[in-house]
T-cell receptor, first 111, second 110 residues
Framework: QKEVEQNSGPLSVPEGAIASLNCTYSDRGSQSFFWYRQYSGKSPELIMSIYSNGDKEDGRFTAQLNKASQYVSLLIRDSQPSDSATYLCAGETSNTGKLIFGQGTTLQVKP | EADIYQTPRYLVIGTGKKITLECSQTMGHDKMYWYQQDPGMELHLIHYSYGVNSTEKGDLSSESTVSRIRTEHFPLTLESARPSHTSQYLC?????????FGSGTRLTVV
């Protein structure tokens, strides 16, 4: 079992819809989680961080963390074609502080 | 705007050549990382450093080496490049709240 797991997709949504990206993790001691967006051929860019249970909203993005279920999600409201990218979930390991990345979910937003 | 710089951005080099990929950051971050990523594939950690004179190998075995003589500088060296080293190399730094990535170096070994 991978330490951070994501469905590789692709996840296809129509423009204007809500895109829901999900991630599970195995390290119960992990406290911090991050969502990165990576456009094709580019480097990952941090878009959201979340440290406590519940929701955190930033513009069209909402990150959700449920530590009991070891589950992290990213909601993108009013999806735009420019949101089409690979989204990487990462959790900070409890013993080393390194980030463990999932394999990424490819999102396609169709006009 | 990210203050972590990687050079060169693209590099095409012949088999057997020695190469050094440069990574510098101006944020004073103690932790720095090198990742390897093939197109459409996941990130693989190949080296990391938690401070000056501290370097460790990552999860993916790599024939490259790194050094950390200054906080801001974390170069990666391949003594003898091979076609199997063709990939994108990403440098990142951190002070504990997520990583900031450089723009990457796309290496092609012919």
């Amino acid at each position: 079992q991978k330490e951070v797991e994501q469905n590789s997709g692709p996840l296809s949504v129509p423009e204007g819809a809500i895109a829901s990206l999900n991630c599970t993790y195995s390290d119960r001691g992990s406290q911090s989680f991050f969502w990165y967006r990576q456009y094709s051929g580019k480097s990952p860019e941090l878009i959201m961080s979340i440290y406590s249970n519940g929701d955190k909203e930033d513009g069209r993005f909402t990150a959700q963390l449920n530590k009991a279920s070891q589950y992290v999600s990213l909601l993108i409201r009013d999806s735009q074609p420019s949101d089409s990218a690979t989204y990487l979930c990462a959790g900070e390991t409890s013993n080393t502080g390194k980030l463990i990345f999932g394999q990424g979910t490819t999102l396609q937003v169709k006009p | 705007e990210a203050d972590i710089y990687q050079t060169p951005r693209y590099l095409v080099i012949g088999t057997g050549k020695k190469i050094t990929l440069e990574c510098s950051q101006t944020m004073g971050h103690d932790k720095m990382y090198w990742y390897q990523q093939d197109p459409g594939m996941e990130l693989h950690l190949i080296h990391y450093s938690y401070g000056v004179n501290s370097t460790e190998k990552g999860d993916l075995s790599s024939e490259s080496t790194v050094s950390r003589i200054r906080t801001e500088h974390f170069p990666l060296t391949l003594e003898s490049a091979r076609p199997s080293h063709t990939s994108q190399y990403l440098c990142a730094s951190s002070k504990g709240y997520g990583y900031t990535f450089g723009s990457g170096t796309r290496l092609t070994v012919v």
